[in-house]
């Protein structure tokens, strides 16, 4: 799926062949009154829509920027259907949905991001957030961070600064997170959140780090990092090794 400007092209990615015909969401009713923020000369660089997929099959969601509202579009006739029409908060600029069609991924004005119960003939309604701003340190704005629905039903991940966090969309007071002695620039993560990529957010790519702006891979494994640990000291924490280590350790780490 693919967006250029206002169209929207739905190809096979072995054959390059359209699957379906070629939509321009300009002339749809919903947004025939927009006012172009960008000229011709962008339009093919910057878009006045975003593209997403949705839950159904056949069908692609739309946002308008500067509008909170998600658009469903049928690839097969290229009109919208109204009854999946979801009106968020009005200060959302962008949002998708995760794979059940019941919650959305919202970011607000000013980077922040909001979790939204989302189902189409429903009230929506914010039931966690807002979070952020997302990638706001005394180093950048706005940049070095990733959030997601992950593969594991009913759960969402955001990286962002210090911090990795997965919330329970279910129970908004349900969360755990994975803290880091010090801001983390994040570039991508797995389906699941579990692994991301990262450098120390001091450098990002231009290597103020004292690692040359060097990338790597951690798996946010309790388990593994306990097996990685117990290998190289080779036997449980003496008491002299747990004082210059964060508190709330299990009382036995290593097994004898």
């Known amino acids: 799926m693919t967006l250029s400007g206002s169209r929207i092209e739905h190809w096979n990615a072995r054959t390059g062949r359209h699957l379906s015909k070629m939509i321009d969401v300009q002339g749809l009713p919903f947004a025939k009154n927009i006012q172009p923020r960008s000229s011709s000369a962008e339009v093919g660089f910057r878009s006045d829509f975003a593209l997403n997929s949705r839950p159904e099959a056949g069908y692609v969601q739309v946002m308008i920027y500067g509008n909170h509202v998600m658009y469903a579009i049928d690839l097969r006739t290229g009109k919208e259907n109204r009854a999946m029409r979801v009106q968020l908060g009005r200060d959302i600029e962008r949002a998708f949905l995760d794979s059940s069609g019941h919650f959305a991924a919202a970011k607000s004005a000013g980077g922040m991001l909001e979790l939204w119960q989302a189902e189409a003939g429903q009230r929506p309604h914010r039931v966690v957030g807002p979070i952020g701003p997302l990638g706001s340190t005394e180093k950048f704005t706005g940049d070095g961070f990733t959030f997601g629905f992950t593969v594991n039903?009913?759960?969402?991940?955001?990286?962002?600064?210090?911090?990795v966090r997965f919330q329970q969309l279910s129970n908004p007071s349900s969360f755990k997170t994975y803290d880091?002695?010090?801001?983390?620039?994040?570039?991508?993560?797995?389906?699941?959140?579990?692994?991301?990529?990262?450098?120390?957010?001091?450098?990002?790519?231009?290597?103020?780090?004292?690692?040359n702006g060097r990338l790597d891979l951690i798996h946010l494994d309790p388990e593994l990092w306990k097996r990685h640990l117990c290998d190289v000291v080779g036997h449980d924490l003496t008491q002299d090794e747990r004082s210059g280590l964060p508190g709330g350790l299990p009382d036995r780490i290593c097994p004898t």
């Open 153 to 163: 039903g009913g759960e969402f991940y955001v990286a962002t600064g210090s911090s």
């Open 180 to 211: 880091f002695a010090e801001n983390q620039y994040f570039l991508a993560a797995t389906r699941d959140g579990k692994t991301v990529l990262r450098t120390l957010s001091g450098g990002g790519f231009g290597g103020g780090n004292g690692d």
